[in-house]
């Protein structure tokens, strides 16, 4: 009943700054859980970032980098990232669920968009 789409994604220089954006639509809610979780080549999905109403939660190696955050108005969350690394490179996806107990378990969301690249070169 939700779709999410995401956006934002692209090449940049380490150290530099990408903003993905994170458009829901459909039967969503303001009080829907909204995380980030990303894929790299050959590694398993991994937990980045999630937002529950205003309580947020960051994967130890994106702490201080990244950010999150939502515009309940628009239906959407955004992950502003920072100081990027080559390690961060990855397929960057949005996920929703109205209720998560463990917000880092990617099986813990129902919803998920298709995934925006992210390449970060040396």
């Known amino acids: 009943q939700v779709q999410l789409v995401e956006s934002g994604g692209g090449l940049v220089q380490a150290g530099g700054s990408l903003r993905l954006s994170c458009a829901a639509s459909g039967q969503t809610s303001s009080a829907y859980i909204m995380g980030w979780f990303r894929q790299a080549l050959g590694k398993e999905r991994e937990f980045v970032a999630a937002i529950i109403r205003t309580s947020t939660f960051f994967a130890e190696s994106v702490k201080g980098r990244f950010t999150i955050s939502r515009d309940n108005a628009k239906s959407t969350v955004f992950l502003q990232m920072n100081s990027l690394k080559p390690e961060d490179t990855a397929v960057y996806y949005c996920?929703?669920?109205?209720?998560?107990?463990?917000?880092?378990?990617?099986?813990?969301?129902?919803?998920w968009g298709q995934g925006t690249q992210v390449t970060v070169s040396s």
């Open positions: 996920a929703a669920d109205p209720s998560v107990t463990f917000p880092r378990l990617s099986h813990s969301y129902a919803y």
